[in-house]
């Protein structure tokens, strides 16, 4: 089962404290505050909900929308 992009959004913008509708969808995670701790919380979040998500592989992709590319199938 994949995540869909509203969760992906929702997740991150809890991660660094934002409202969903203040994530830059196009613009570095970690200019928008997100750090590597919050991409293992992240990781780890998904993992235990039942996907499979690799931290290297998200450190690997900057932005929300590449997240939502590879984790919803978008």
């Known amino acids: 089962m994949a995540l869909s992009e509203a ?5 991150i913008a809890e991660a660094v404290g934002a409202a ?6 196009n613009a ?3 200019d928008q505050g ?3 701790l919050g991409i293992v919380d992240l ?10 998500v690799d931290y ?4 690997a ?3 929300a929308q ?3 590319e590879r984790l919803a199938g978008e």
């Not at 969760?7 to 997740?11: E, R």
């Not at 290297?56 to 450190?59: E, G, M, T």
């Open 43 to 52: 990781a780890e979040k998904w993992r235990s909900e039942g996907e499979e």
């Open 34 to 36: 997100l750090d590597s």
């Open 7 to 11: 969760t992906i959004i929702a997740d």
């Open 66 to 68: 590449q997240w939502i």
């Open 28 to 30: 570095p995670l970690e």
């Open 20 to 25: 969903p509708g203040g994530v830059d969808k």
């Open 56 to 59: 290297f592989d998200l450190v």
């Open 61 to 63: 992709l900057p932005t």
